[in-house]
């Protein structure tokens, strides 16, 4: 069955340091793969996605995700982390029309 | 008004009463969405409706009731909730089925 799975539950990072998120998949085929940010009391805003082509795709807010098929990962990077950055994040895929399963999340703390 | 609006954003009931959640999308968009978000839980979907028909039913009990009489309206009527129905719902929106998915804020509801 196909399942995402974010390992960290929680992470705290100091403002100005890079960030890489987790993200693992499991499907058969190349899935549609997308992250979401979501912050207190409000809906999921995307961050970015990957269809299909090139493996490294950029966001907004200065955020981009690498498609590994070998590792079957889709990890969220930032090369610098602001406080606004502070937030939930969800890893997504799509293996069909109609069928997204969302990671369980993973909620960024930042340092000051 | 632009995007995906919900209303009400908080909304707290009594096991026997009967209320209804709204969700309206902005962007011509042909499918929508129901999930229900629980603390510590992954996002769950419920319903998904494409031109207006529903096409998923994601083993949602009957005290969840949708409605969806046009592509820019989605409504979720509730009777006879249970506590642990207590949980933010969101409501989504894609220009055709399986594409990237666009949120609304969310209803936080509270079932005493």
């Known amino acids: 069955a196909q399942s995402v799975t974010q390992p960290d539950i929680h992470i705290t990072v100091s403002e100005g340091a890079s960030l890489e998120l987790r993200c693992n998949y499991s499907?058969?085929?190349?899935?549609?793969l997308f992250w979401y940010v979501q912050s207190p009391g409000q809906g999921l805003q995307l961050l970015l996605k990957y269809f299909s082509g090139d493996t490294l795709v950029q966001g907004i807010k200065g955020f981009e995700a690498e498609f590994k098929r070998s590792q079957s990962s889709f990890n969220l990077r930032k090369p610098s982390v602001h406080w606004s950055d502070a937030a939930e994040y969800f890893c997504?895929?799509?293996?069909?029309?109609?069928?997204?399963?969302f990671g369980s999340g993973t909620r960024l703390s930042i340092r000051p | 008004e632009t995007g995906v609006t919900q209303t009400p954003r908080h909304l707290v009931m009594g096991m026997t009463n009967k209320k209804s959640l709204k969700c309206e999308q902005h962007l011509g968009h042909n499918a929508m969405y129901w999930y229900k978000q629980s603390a510590k839980k992954p996002l769950e979907l419920m319903f998904v409706?494409?031109?207006?028909?529903?096409?998923e039913n994601n083993s949602v009990p009957s005290r969840f009731s949708p409605e969806c009489p046009n592509s820019s309206h989605l409504f979720l009527h509730l009777h006879t909730l249970q506590p642990e129905d207590s949980a933010l719902y969101l409501c989504?929106?894609?220009?055709?089925?399986?594409?990237?998915?666009?949120f609304g804020p969310g209803t936080r509801l509270t079932v005493l």
């Open positions: 997504a895929v799509a293996t069909s029309a109609s069928k997204i399963i």
């Open positions: 989504a929106s894609t220009p055709y089925d399986g594409d990237t998915q666009y």
């Open positions: 499907y058969g085929a190349t899935p549609y």
């Open positions: 409706y494409n031109f207006k028909e529903q096409t």
